[in-house]
């Protein structure tokens, strides 16, 4: 209870039987109107019970009034604690899932595909690619799962759109390196006698296909499809001449420009290192104020 509350408690116990006093013994200047009925000591009774009364009902009310107060401050805690278990819990969760995110972009592995593509190993470097793009699409359709409120933060929008932008960039790395493995597979055997040998106009006919799978495709958003047609080998590929006596060497040229975009892709990687370190920061202070 308030200090200021005390002072007029005491107050009014000290002041009432001075104005009870006062009241009981001063002349009525209206007694004729409005006799004074019974005597000072049962006045003084009455207003001494009245006094009490309303000394003691103030007292009640003061007392209730803090009761509900702490009451209040105590629920308000409670709720603080629980909402931050639950953030606590949530917080735990997305360390889990932007660590999974970070090695979900598995450069060791990819490079090694690229290598085998370079020296010829093409069923096993498509094996490891078909196992990076499994892993690549599962770890996509759970990553818009981590933020839902309608208004993000600066570290969690800059975190959203610099792993968007590494996962379209890793996806289309290995969806290239995909189809190159079969035509490089295919151009080796050119020597062989009697081997059957994919043809300039099907391997134009292949990334036709697989570029307008992708644009029609109702999972990639518009961002993806503007990298495709500006970053993949495939336009590149569709634009050759297929009766150009110098196709294969510009194919082998393509896939030669295409393996350099590793470098950039791994730059990136370091980029979403301190996207990642940034936001678990931020919500690591957003989560401490709950209970401030």
Known sequence: MKKQHLFFILLAIIAAPIIVNFILYSNNPISEWLPTVGKP??????????????????????????????????????????????????????????ISNYNMLDMQSLSTALYKLQKGEYEEAQTA?????????????????????????????????????????????????MYFAPILSDFAKKAEPNVFTISNQSVISWAKNSYEAIMSSTIFDADTKDYYSKNSVLPKVMGLDPFDMEFRSKVYEIFSEHYQKFSVVHARKHELITCTENVLRYEERRINKILE
């Open 129 to 177: 690619l078909l196992s990076l793009n499994r892993n690549i699409e599962s770890q996509a359709n759970s990553s818009s799962l981590y933020f839902l409120r309608d208004k993000l933060s600066r570290e969690e929008q800059t975190y959203n759109d610099c792993l968007k932008q590494i996962m379209i960039e890793f996806g289309c790395l290995i969806n290239d390196s």
């Open 41 to 98: 000591n049962d006045w003084i009774g009455f207003w001494g019970n009245v006094a009490g009364n309303i000394l003691g009902g103030i007292i009640v009310l003061i007392v209730l009034h803090y009761t509900l107060k702490e009451n209040a401050v105590l629920r308000e805690t409670q709720i603080k604690t629980i909402q931050y278990t639950q953030q606590q819990t949530w917080l735990d969760n997305l360390r889990q899932q932007v």
